[in-house]
């Protein structure tokens, strides 16, 4: 079972595919994560991301997908992917379907955290003030958002039209996310096994 999480940077998707990888034996995707572990590693393609990132910019879909396409080609074998982070464009979404068809699979369910901008702000200040991530400085963040709401967001209305999509609020605490997401993958495999 292929998922997809989507929601503004800070919704907390991050959080719920971890549980998810743990608790279903399903492989995490993050190219955020990914390509933080590119920047650490001193890499070429961590180099030529870091000034993108740094500000709050998307990093070019023709970097990100090779990047997934690289884990998809790696791991053959499991039971299914959480996507979290990607895809955040619509060629990123179309290169998606393809990558996984040619395995036979597709997308199976895309589940979308609601939540409120400005409780958003406060959640990355307070997250910024902790961890001193770049990206998360006041700045950086409202340029995600930005991006989000004009790069990524389109992507509910795709989903939406494929009968895809399921809506949840991300503003909820942590445990009732993790149920709301959980009753979701329930019902959709209930569905896939029919
Ligand atoms: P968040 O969801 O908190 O914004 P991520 O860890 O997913 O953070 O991503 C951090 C940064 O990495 C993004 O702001 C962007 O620069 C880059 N990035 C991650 N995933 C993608 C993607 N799918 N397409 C383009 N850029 C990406």
């Not at 990093?59 to 982070?85: C, H, M, R, T, W």
């Not at 770049?134 to 991006?147: C, G, H, I, S, T």
């Amino acid at each position: 079972m292929n998922i997809i999480l989507l929601g503004p940077p800070g919704a907390g998707k991050g959080t719920q595919a971890q549980r998810l990888q743990q608790e279903r034996g399903l492989v995490q995707l993050s190219t955020g994560d990914m390509l933080r572990a590119a920047r650490s590693s001193g890499s070429e393609l961590g180099g030529r991301v870091a000034a993108f990132m740094d500000s709050g910019s998307l990093v070019s879909d023709e970097v990100v997908i090779s990047l997934i396409e690289e884990q998809l080609e790696k791991n053959p074998k499991v039971a299914g992917f959480i996507f979290d982070g990607f895809p955040r464009t619509t060629p990123q979404a179309k290169a998606l379907d393809e990558s996984l068809a040619h395995s036979g699979q597709k997308v199976d369910v895309v589940i979308r955290l609601k939540v409120d901008e400005q409780a958003l702000i406060d959640r990355i200040t307070r997250r910024f003030e902790a961890e001193g991530r770049a990206d998360d400085n006041p700045e950086a963040f409202k340029k995600r958002l930005v991006a989000y709401n004009s790069q990524t967001a389109p992507l509910v209305e795709v989903y939406s039209g494929q009968g895809k999509l399921r809506e949840i609020d991300g503003m909820a605490d942590m445990e009732a996310v993790s149920a709301s997401i959980a009753r979701i993958l329930d019902a959709t495999l209930a569905e896939k096994s029919k």
